[in-house]
């Protein structure tokens, strides 16, 4: 073998394998930068959610499957490839499939209320005068206090559809005060105890209701306004028990997947106290609170201005025009089919709501009327005309807007918002025509006419006078059938909304009758980071399977509160 070629070959050998040393370990160091360069250019988010159909409710109702929150907010939302290439974080939620829509939105509901009744006699569902009695009688038993209070009860759910009267409560408690509420909050039936606590007999008049009376004497049942008599006299909450009901309604809340209430009518007192429980975190759910149109409350809310926190947004007044149709409370153009020459009543006289609207519309604050009847809408819709001439932007909403007549639905192509319970639609069908008439009843319940005129609607439920389910709200829009899928194609269905309308409906525009549609009601890079997590696909299954989807996970400020 030829010597000094061995060795020239060697060295070359050894440089060569130097040499790849060198590029390996250059190779390296590149793969590692570049790798380290990538996960610096990531940033970190507090959470990230994927493999989820997310329903964004943004200006095209697109679509997603993974979002990234960070510090409460939206920090992206998109595909699950993006997100994470852009994004790491701890926290890694896989959604597993399943449909994420907004936090939802009850545009009008009695939140505090809803609270309080879960310590009174549940009356709702009853069937005859004869449950209700034994359902008080036993509560009473369980729960000894010297004022029954109940609420849920509907005579038009019994075989005899009239009023009940205090005869069987006075012989069963002579000596106890008994309150019993009606299902929509317009109506008690009062004991004799009660009554005399509160002053009223035959002779006690008081505008705005009515004091229902038999050969002279009241039977117990109270309409509206001199309800408020025995308000007056009965045991006041103490704070104990009032934090108790606002922790109790925001679980029950929760539970369906609302993250935020609009409470139509608080005091003073009692927005205090929902703030001072969401500072100290005691409270999480956001509430957009109407305060209740009395003197003191105008006085201080009104010269004060709008107060806002990241949980809390006072800045409307709640109205009450009317009463209720169920209890013939409603004002009506026209008598009721069904009770000659009864026409309902204003709660608040027409004079009253006409010089409160020029009073607020002087201020920042928006103004919410509850209007059921036909003839109590004009009233509200008119002063409103008036009282915004000029004004932009003010967003007063006609809360119900149940009954209007076909010259008065222009009035919300005007800029006036209809917020409206779709569940009242399903409620009242089996007797609203013999109330209201064939030709009248047309314009009942007219969703899908309101959000033609206005643009949006705001949807809500009025719990406790209907059931918190927003789920049962959505079917009640859409489907516009009971449980049972009756009547058979829906009624009045031309005024049904679709699942698109009705979903803006409980998130985005009710946001926006709220002023708060920059901050919430859709998933949008910057907004909260208020979402659920449903158990179906709200927007593609069965309509009959819409009223049984569960809210498997609620999200408020990106943190899990069910």
């Not at 005091?267 to 500072?279: C, F, G, R, V």
């Not at 509430?287 to 949980?311: C, F, P, Q």
Request: proline share 4%; glycine share 8%; hydrophobic share 40%.
């Amino acid at each position: 073998m030829n010597i000094p070629l061995f060795f020239s070959l060697t060295i070359h050998f050894l440089f060569l394998e130097e040499t790849f040393k060198k590029m390996k370990n250059i190779l390296f160091a590149t793969v590692l930068a570049l790798s380290m360069l990538s996960c610096a250019t990531k940033q970190e988010a507090d959470v990230i959610v994927y493999n989820a159909k997310i329903y964004t409710v943004d200006a095209d109702f697109s679509k997603g499957n993974s979002i990234a929150i960070k510090d409460g907010k939206f920090l992206a939302v998109g595909d699950k490839e993006k997100i994470f290439q852009d994004f790491n974080a701890a926290n890694q939620l896989d959604a597993e499939g399943k449909t994420i829509v907004p936090g939802l939105i009850d545009a009008h509901c009695h939140f505090y209320g809803l609270g309080l009744n879960q310590q009174v006699v549940d009356l709702v569902g009853t069937s005859s005068f004869e449950e209700i009695l034994e359902k008080v009688v036993a509560f009473q038993k369980e729960n000894p206090t010297n004022f029954i209070r109940g609420r849920g009860w509907d005579q038009n759910d019994w075989e005899t559809k009239t009023f009940p009267t205090k005869d069987k409560l006075d012989s069963l408690f002579p000596d106890t005060p008994v309150a019993l509420e009606r299902v929509d909050g317009h109506a008690y039936l009062v004991n004799k105890k009660a009554l005399e606590l509160a002053g009223i007999d035959g002779t006690t008049e008081v505008n705005g209701g009515e004091i229902v009376t038999k050969s002279g004497r009241p039977t117990g049942v109270l309409v509206d306004n001199p309800m408020a008599l025995v308000d007056q006299v009965a045991p006041k909450p103490n704070r104990s028990t009032q934090i108790q009901a606002l922790k109790a309604a925001e679980q029950l809340c929760f539970n369906y997947g609302l993250t935020t209430v609009n409470d139509a009518g608080l005091n003073k007192s009692t927005i205090e106290l929902i703030d001072s429980l969401q500072q100290t975190g005691d409270l999480s759910i956001r509430v957009y609170a109407m305060i209740s149109n009395t003197a003191e409350n105008l006085d201080y809310y009104l010269d004060k201005g709008i107060i806002k926190t990241d949980r809390l947004n006072v800045r409307s007044v709640k109205v009450y025009g009317d009463g209720a149709l169920g209890s013939r409370g409603a004002a009506l153009k026209e008598p009721y089919s069904d009770h000659d020459g009864h026409f309902g009543a204003m709660i608040t006289p027409v004079h009253d709501i006409e010089s409160l609207a020029e009073r607020i519309a002087a201020t920042e604050y928006q103004m919410n009327t509850h209007a059921i009847g036909d003839s109590a809408n004009v009233v509200v819709l008119r002063a409103y005309e008036k009282a915004l001439a000029g004004k932009k932007d003010r967003r007063w909403k006609v809360e119900h807007a149940q009954v209007v007549s076909e010259d008065d639905f222009d009035y919300f192509a005007k800029g006036i918002i209809p917020s409206v319970q779709p569940t009242h639609a399903t409620s009242d069908m089996y007797w609203a025509e013999d109330r209201l008439g064939p030709d009248r009843v047309e314009g009942a319940y007219a969703f899908k006419k309101l959000l033609d005129k206005a643009g949006i609607v705001a949807l809500g439920t009025d719990f406790p006078v209907e059931r918190v389910s927003p789920f049962l709200t959505f079917y009640a829009a859409v489907a516009r059938q009971d449980l049972e899928e009756y009547p058979e194609g829906g009624f009045q269905m031309k005024d049904a909304l679709s699942r698109e309308e009705t979903l803006k409906g409980m998130t985005i525009w009710a946001a926006y009758s709220n002023f708060e549609e920059a901050e919430k009601g859709s998933i949008e890079v910057g907004k909260v980071a208020d979402f659920v997590i449903l158990s179906d696909d709200i927007m593609t299954i069965p309509a009959n399977r819409i009223p049984s989807i569960k809210a498997e996970q609620v999200f408020v400020d990106g943190k899990q509160v069910k």
